[in-house]
């Protein structure tokens, strides 16, 4: 859950993520039913109408204007846990393999485990 002043509710769910506000209920990320287990694991609050959602199916921007999500390559990576957002527009997130961070210049770099690891699973930021 992610409580929003201006759009109301956010709520990631095995579905994918909704938005609950004074119109009712949005379906802003809906996943394929693929027969696969699908998770949002952490939602956290981005620039302007924007969301974050960490997905064991990826990460996904989420634009609560257009009502339109957009699914975030990071290499090969596609398990994630934890998002944070900082206002300058840099983005950290916890990933299967690491900590990645987006910086301003949109690029992104994995910062954790150093070299020779491979698997670290971070859940939590």
Do not use: K, M
Request: charged content about 20%; overall charge negative; aromatic content about 8%.
């Amino acid at each position: 859950l992610l409580a929003d002043a201006t759009h109301g509710l956010w709520v990631g769910s095995y579905r994918g993520v909704s938005l609950l506000g004074a119109g009712g209920r949005r379906d802003l990320l809906v996943f394929d039913d693929d027969g696969s287990s699908a998770e949002v694991r952490a939602l956290a609050r981005g620039a302007g109408d924007t969301a974050w959602a960490a997905t064991n199916r990826g990460l996904w921007q989420i634009d609560a204007a257009r009502g339109s999500a957009v699914r975030v390559p990071i290499g090969s990576t596609r398990s994630f846990g934890a998002v944070l957002p900082l206002a300058d527009g840099t983005v950290w997130v916890g990933a299967a393999d690491g900590v990645h961070v987006r910086g301003q210049d949109g690029s992104w770099q994995r910062r954790w485990p150093g070299p020779g690891t491979t698997e670290a699973d971070i859940e939590v930021l």
